[in-house]
């Protein structure tokens, strides 16, 4: 299973990292905006084992393919200990459009909203879906 989630994450990466934040560093506790409007912190998803941070985009038809994968990995390894948290940093992808999105895909993982894009900017996420995994 464990090289399932490898390979879900090698396939929605696209381009290797170029980011501020390299393997082996920690993330700091990023407020983001959950899709209610409130202010969130990554760290308000305590994970025991790793976060996996997946941006996505509604409108992005690699997004809509992988929305299936997103919700079985999401299955499989909640009770591994590994907590996905989907990202979306696209300005023109409102809260109501990406709560009906969720809803039409039956997500069961936290979305949040990274509304100045910082943390996409900081990870250098330049395309969707694109993940990462923190532990």
């Known amino acids: 299973m464990i090289r399932l989630l490898l390979?879900?994450?090698?396939?929605?990466?696209?381009?290797?990292?170029?980011?501020t934040v390299g393997i082996g560093d920690q993330l700091d506790d990023y407020a983001l905006t959950g899709l209610d409007g409130r202010a969130m912190r990554l760290g308000d998803y305590?994970?025991?084992?790793?976060?996996?941070?997946?941006?996505?985009?509604?409108?992005?038809?690699?997004?809509?393919?992988?929305?299936?994968?997103?919700?079985r990995i999401h299955a499989d390894y909640a009770e591994r200990g590994i907590t996905l948290i989907g990202i979306n940093a696209n300005f023109n992808?409102?809260?109501?459009?990406?709560?009906?999105?969720a809803r039409a895909q039956n997500f069961e993982?936290?979305?949040?909203?990274?509304?100045?894009?910082?943390?996409a900017d900081l990870l250098d996420a330049q395309s969707t879906p694109h993940a990462y995994l923190f532990n």
Request: charged residues 15%; proline residues 7%; aromatic residues 10%.
């Open 109 to 119: 993982f936290t979305i949040l909203k990274d509304v100045n894009n910082r943390l």
């Open 93 to 101: 992808e409102t809260a109501e459009d990406i709560r009906a999105f």
């Open 7 to 19: 390979i879900a994450l090698y396939i929605c990466s696209g381009s290797p990292v170029s980011s």
């Open 46 to 71: 305590p994970s025991p084992q790793a976060q996996l941070l997946v941006f996505f985009s509604i409108e992005c038809p690699t997004s809509r393919i992988y929305a299936d994968h997103l919700n």
